[in-house]
């Protein structure tokens, strides 16, 4: 049994490697086999011509017997599959004679692998991220997850030093937490760092040396060493011009100064987008258990050790602890993952939903995309039909034709796919471009283990994308016309038009209308909504505006300072006040204002309940707007008028102000436009009963002045109270060009405050949040695959539906002859094409009548006379691709017609 | 004594006693099945190379290249254990067979 299993395996796999060995050798028996029968025949007295003839005769087609003979190894599914050279360089040749069909074809094809490609290796980045690390896979986080709270608890410092003693299976135990510092370099100005405090051993558990001088020892954790600093690349090139004498320089920390020991090498930014590191001080003295710093931790897999054991192992910690620390730690359970697993952008099933979605939605367009291409190719086909049926008339057989014509999608499929790949390549640049808003933490980086490139894995894929792309377009159309050949053959009706149009291709083009109709329309509405967005306009000079965001430093770095809640908030009030004070008397600046959002900012929404006068909304959601706090002087440094009651007096500032001031979009929107003046709203919470929700009073209406939440423009202000609120965002009006000022913004701010930091420096007219961010991408994205689909949708309909009207010709001059009036004639040819119209654009109104369900407001009257010329142009299209080869038609002789017959 | 075709599936068994006989090449084998059969066998020359193939796929024969009668490359098949192994099964199950046949063959008038 064993040993015909082998025998077979051998035989399989000699048969599939070395193929043309194997048919040599059958040749060279049977050549030796008719060379004898000839040689037997000839001693029995025929003479040696005869002989050899009918030593041939017998033993008939050699490549006959050598399929039998492959098929007798179990051969056959390989050969089925098998294509030759030959089929490759005829299908190079088919794409230079029909350069228009390779061309429309290429472009579709490199469209669909293009977007799959490219959505492929972007759900792989978010999805299964690469960390580029050494052996990176047996690198582990580990956290406490608080079960009673449901979230994680990063307070674990008195853990993370047990934890560090006990673990056998995890060397080297580091830990790290993320902060920003105000990095000030001798003569320069301060800048906002994103930082990492970092353990020696979460240095060596990462295995990545540094490019110049050293990383952290343990002694630099010490209370009482000097403090130190390793920077990164792009850090060391921007702020030291890449200075290789930088190794020993002192510089600023927020304000402490700290020598530079070491440059990490370009790439390097752990955990994330980190460009400065500093030592980790734990010291648990002092405080208790869940207490303290927040901090993650890092280890090493120990050499043989798995990430089962360590789970196992650590979860036992977690016991010990709950049972001797029942106070904190009756509900914490230890968490162990590999560090990759917890940098997932996108691990919730939501998410694997919307990501399976688009990954769904992207294979249907090159479904979609494909079988268009394969409409053209069986159209092309089927002008060869007489080639085909004489083919089959030799001896090819039905699977040697599809095979061909898979040949000739497949040479097409690969030329597409590299320039698909290419694109895709350039493309993921530029859509992590697009998305730097969306997916970056504020540094303006991605994360260290997103790089743009295309992995091996996205290039494995592409290869299933071509070889579907090409069995779609190829073998479908193959199937179909070699359908029933062997009665074509005997009905000899080769070229006589046999083949036509079945059903599936009127689905397919039914199918193709309808989308190339519902897709720009949505694009059209969501273009629409990005445009209002985009130019939503300001009611005073945004281009004289500041905007930057105040943060600073709780923990502050000098020793012994007072880190309570109450103190900071103390701190920042202070220096945020002193910027202010000494903003103002800067003869530059027009105007300073405080507030909890700025114009173009994103806006939180909420809720709200208006006491009476409301219109209905449009779900059960109920009325979502914007609303944000800001300084009583707003309007007035914006230079912005009341269209109607009053603004906030200084009297109404206060935690017990119950008054809102709302905007011309909320007057419109929510109240239909009714005097607000006197109404009262309130922010109705879940969970909570209405009665004990304040009201607040309604006491003006200002003009619009970007309060952006992704609800429309909608939106509510309540007086600032400044006490308490963090971080404070603020505009400065500036007399003379707002980034001229800015580095001046930024040495009153050190003067005031050397912890403060300034987030996000830029002109007002640059705010632009991460939302318009990514509906711009989005909007971006979608024209243009909107627009790709349209032409060549438009191109693979009227070459079809010509084609299909060509196609009947000879039938056209038979009418004719008979004598057929031309309007019956077009009756008859225009019956189908326009069949299949309807039918299309009924699909496709249907489509977009289901994609739009989700949009706010019915289309508008201009809307659908945009629909109604769309709709148009795609039956003018048709009508056009119907009409020209009809024309032709009707103009042919009818005696010449019926004799080709 | 005239020639009969080939019941169905008897070729490979056949072939299998050809070749135990001594190795030989395929030719070989049709000329050696005609002799040991007294010439009343007679093998279809398009179904040879088939049953080789698949007799070799099955591991019941093993194939080496050596020199033919006629100085020329000739591929020679021999019996593999296991092919010796399946010829001894498929002889005692013929006999069997064929015995049975034969006495239902013989059977007279009175006997039924």
Known sequence: MFAELIARLRSLWRGVVRTRQVDAELNEEFRLHIDLRASDLVRAGMSPADAARKARAEFGSTEDQVEKARRARGLAWFDALRFSWLDVKLGGRMLIKYPVLTIVGGISMAFAIWVGAGTFEAIRQLVFPVIPLPESNRIVVMQNWDAAANRPEFRATHDFVVWREALQSV?????????????????????????????????????????????????????????????GYNLWQRRFQGDSGVIGRTVRITGVPATIVGVMPNGFAFPRTQELWVPLRIDVTGYDRRQGMTIQIVGRLAPGATLGQARVELTNLGRIAANDFPRTHEHLRPQLFTFAESVQVFGGPEE??????????????????????????FARAATRETEIVVRSALGASRRRIVMQLFAEALVLGTVAALVGLTAA?????????????????????????????????????????????????????????????????????????????????????????????????????????????????????????????????????????????????????????????????????????????LPRQYHPNNQVEVDEGAVTPHDER?????????????????????????????????????????????????????????????????????????????????????????????????????????????????????????????????????????????????????????????????????????????????AVMSFAVSRRTREIGVRVALGATPRRIIGAVFAQPLRQLGMGLLAGALLVWVLLGGVDSAPTANQFLILGGYTALMMAVCMIACVVPTRRALAVQPTEALRDT | MTSAELLPGTLDVLILKAVSLGKLHGYGVLLRIEQISGGALLVQQGALYQALARLEHRGLIDSEWGTSENNRRAKFYRLTAAGRRTLGEETASWKRLSDAIGLALSAKPREA
């Not at chain 1, 894929?461 to 070699?482: R, S």
């Not at chain 1, 709780?554 to 309570?564: I, K």
């Open chain 1, 171 to 231: 060397d080297d135990l580091g830990a790290y937490r993320t902060v920003t510092r105000n990095l000030m370099i001798t003569g320069g100005l301060a800048e906002p760092v994103f930082t990492a405090e970092m353990t020696a051993a979460a240095f060596r558990v990462l295995r990545v040396p540094p490019l110049l001088g050293r990383a952290f020892v343990e002694v630099d954790e010490r209370a009482d060493a000097p403090v130190v600093a390793v920077i």
């Open chain 1, 352 to 377: 694997w939903t919307m990501l399976l979605t688009g990954n769904v939605f992207v294979l249907m367009l090159l479904v979609l995309v494909c079988a268009n291409v394969g409409l053209l190719m």
């Open chain 1, 425 to 597: 390549g350039a493309g993921m640049r530029w859509a992590l471009d697009l998305m730097r808003g969306e997916l970056t933490d504020g540094s303006g980086n991605f994360p260290f283990w997103v790089d743009g490139k295309l992995s091996p894995l996205t290039f494995f894929y592409t290869v299933l994308l071509t070889l579907l792309a090409a069995g779609i377009a190829g073998v479908l159309p193959g199937l179909k016309i070699t359908r029933n050949l062997g009665d074509r053959l005997k009905r000899a009706t080769a070229g006589g038009g046999g083949t036509q149009f079945g059903g599936l291709w009127t689905a397919v083009i039914v199918l193709q209308l309808a989308v190339t109709m519902g897709f720009p329309v949505v694009t059209f509405f969501v273009r629409k909504d990005a445009v209002k967005i985009e130019t939503y306009p300001l009611p005073f000079p945004v281009d004289q505006y500041l905007s930057v965001r105040l943060e600073m430093e709780r923990f502050a770095v000098e020793p012994g300072a007072d880190t309570s809640v109450a103190a900071f908030q103390a701190r920042y009030l202070a220096a945020a006040q002193e910027l202010e004070s000494r903003l103002e008397a800067d003869p530059a600046v027009a105007g300073v204002v405080f507030g909890e959002r």
């Open chain 1, 622 to 798: 109920g009325h979502v707007v914007a609303s944000t706090s800001v300084d009583t002087k707003y309007l007035d440094v914006l230079g912005v008028s009341m269209l109607s009651g009053r603004w906030f007096n200084s009297g109404e500032v206060g935690p017990d102000a119950r008054v809102a001031v709302v905007n011309k979009a909320f007057v419109d929107r929510v109240l239909g436009g009714k005097n607000p003046i006197g109404r009262r709203i309130r922010y109705p919470w879940r969970g909570q009963s209405p009665e004990t929700l304040p009201w607040y009073e309604i006491i003006g209406v200002a003009p619009d002045m970007g309060t952006i939440s992704g609800w429309g423009p909608a939106g509510i202000y309540h007086p600032l109270v400044r006490k308490g609120m963090y971080p404070l965002n603020v505009a400065v009006h500036v007399r003379g060009d707002p980034n001229a000022f800015a580095p001046r913004l930024r040495a009153l701010a050190a003067d005031a405050d050397v912890t403060l930091r300034l987030a996000e420096l830029m002109p007002l007219r640059n705010v632009v949040n991460a939302e318009v961010a990514f509906h711009e991408f989005w909007v971006k994205m979608t024209t243009i695959v909107s627009a790709m689909v349209l032409v060549l949708s438009l191109v693979a309909i009227y």
